[in-house]
């Protein structure tokens, strides 16, 4: 018996995972003031200009959320890569969820309780469940998933209108001793992942058995698939991005004020006409990549490395605006131009690498 092979990559899937890095780096350093009781995003600050709210208005409604769901998404469609290839993968998948909830322990304790990695070790370990049924019961498993989802709406609707009660949390952009600003974090990290295994879990995981379906039917690399992908995202492209445009402006004055009653409402929602303009975009960058070899020659090196790039945003997260290090808040424009100069440092970065892996892909890869 030969040994079991990795799957080989698909460039498209590494260039769109480039980009879902650009949305999550964004909204995690512009959203640092927010920690630890609100978010995904800060307002504006009263002192900040008309252009410092633009900015803000249309963090919240074009990019927010929309790279924590694309990854999920990718994440599954990797998975539907690995077992299309005849890879007996589940207890290499099980190796490397253990990894990914390791390292998402550790990255939410010690720098950055908004840690995504450890929801999706979870969910990914149950998509690793049912990972080898057929499309019939899949489709049944999402089915099932949204009506979940909407049960977790409700209860959310119901706890979201009790009224709060203490005070509020001493955020994590105040000065503190290294020791002391830890131990706040690995706490609200603690009780965040609690409350996001035990409520968040349907939304990645509908999203990655999305993918997981999508990556069977070959979606981005068949060409039978060409005329539908065009026809959908041209039908629903723009009728999602007025969406997301109407749900956030219904919100922004209270969005744009702090509000906490209008902010719970948006992080319940946010993640819903997301989904809808994902679902038409992502098939129109499949086809403009095609169209353009040159885009997805540029983004696919910088896929190949996000986990990495992940982690050390963190890490200069954490020096720059956390109390255990700078504690600066240098306010939205400024904080969206450097994750923006961020990113496009790891593209070149990943483009002098190219064939070579950085240590944290090694390991995962193993």
């Known amino acids: 018996m030969s040994p079991a092979r990795p799957p080989q990559r698909v460039a498209a899937v590494d260039a769109l995972r480039a980009l879902a890095l650009l949305p999550v ?29 633009a900015l803000s208005w249309l963090l919240h409604a074009l990019v927010a959320g929309k790279g924590i ?21 589940l207890a290499r998948r099980r190796r490397r969820l253990a990894k990914m909830l390791a390292l998402g322990l550790l990255h939410g304790s010690l720098l950055y309780m908004g840690d995504i990695l450890t929801l999706y070790a979870v969910a990914g370990s149950l998509l690793a469940i049912w990972a080898g049924h057929s499309m019939a019961k899949l489709r049944f498993r999402i089915r099932v998933l949204i009506a979940v989802e909407l049960a977790v709406i409700a209860f959310m609707m119901v706890l979201a209108s009790l009224p709060l009660a203490g005070e509020p949390s001493v955020p994590l952009t105040a000065p503190a001793p ?14 965040t992942t609690i409350a996001f295994v035990t409520l968040g879990v349907p939304v990645p995981l509908l999203l990655m058995t999305a993918g997981l379906m999508a990556a069977r039917l070959r979606l981005f690399s068949h060409p039978r698939w060409e005329p539908a992908l065009r026809r959908w995202s041209r039908r629903w492209l723009w ?35 997301t989904m809808l303009l994902l679902s038409a975009a992502v098939p129109a ?28 945003s963190s890490v200069l997260s954490f020096a720059l605006f956390s109390g255990a290090g700078l504690s600066w808040q240098p306010g939205t424009l400024v904080t969206a131009g450097l994750a923006l100069a961020y990113w496009i440092g790891g593209l070149r970065l990943a483009r002098a690498l190219g064939p070579r892996r950085l240590p944290l892909e090694r390991w995962l890869s193993r």
């Open 178 to 191: 290294w020791a002391e600003w830890t131990l706040r974090n690995a706490g609200h990290f603690a009780a």
């Open 25 to 53: 780096v964004a909204v995690n350093w512009v959203g640092y003031p927010a920690l630890p009781d609100a978010g995904p995003m800060s307002p504006p600050g009263s002192d900040e200009g008309l252009a410092a709210h």
């Open 69 to 89: 769901a694309l990854l999920a998404f990718l994440f599954g469609y990797s998975q539907g890569l690995s077992q299309s290839r005849g890879v007996d993968a």
């Open 285 to 312: 960058l499949v086809l403009r990549m095609r169209r353009d070899p040159r885009l997805l020659e540029a983004l696919a090196p910088l896929g190949r490395h996000t986990l990495t790039l992940y982690l050390f």
């Open 239 to 273: 009728p999602a991005v007025a969406l997301n445009i109407a749900f956030t402006s219904l919100l922004w004055p209270g969005l744009r004020d702090g509000d906490s009653f209008v902010t719970g409402r948006y992080a319940i929602f946010y993640l819903y006409p």
